[in-house]
């Protein structure tokens, strides 16, 4: 899973409404706020993510193997690393 953080000032906004004090003050605390957000990931406004679906026949637990195209259970590698119980 990776996670992405971003920061994205509402500038665009700001500007529609047309309003100069908070434009002025949003230019002003830029930076600050910037700076912030590179040290403090988790304080940006924009998040996303992307869980990425792993290649099976190459990212697979070693005790499981491809038979035809569905996984099943690596016998050789079980029995090798475990011992069969009486009872």
Same mark, same amino acid.
């Given at each position: 899973?990776?996670?992405? !953080? +971003?920061? +994205?000032? /509402?500038?665009?906004? #700001?500007? @529609? ?8 003050? #949003?230019?002003? @605390?830029?930076? =600050?706020?910037?700076?912030?957000? $590179? =040290?403090?990931? %988790?304080?940006? &406004?924009?998040?996303?993510? @992307? =869980? #990425?679906? /792993?290649? #099976? ?15 099943? =259970? &690596?016998?050789?590698?079980? +029995?090798? !690393?475990?011992? $069969? %119980? +009486?009872?």
């Amino acid at each position: 899973i990776f996670w992405f !953080h +971003e920061f +994205e000032p /509402p500038f665009v906004v #700001l500007r @529609a409404r047309k309003t100069i004090r908070g434009l002025l003050l #949003l230019y002003g @605390a830029y930076p =600050i706020l910037w700076l912030i957000t $590179r =040290i403090f990931k %988790s304080q940006c &406004n924009l998040f996303g993510f @992307a =869980i #990425l679906k /792993p290649d #099976l026949s190459r990212d697979m637990f070693p005790w499981l193997i491809f038979e035809g195209d569905k996984p099943a =259970i &690596n016998k050789e590698w079980v +029995e090798k !690393h475990f011992n $069969r %119980s +009486e009872g």
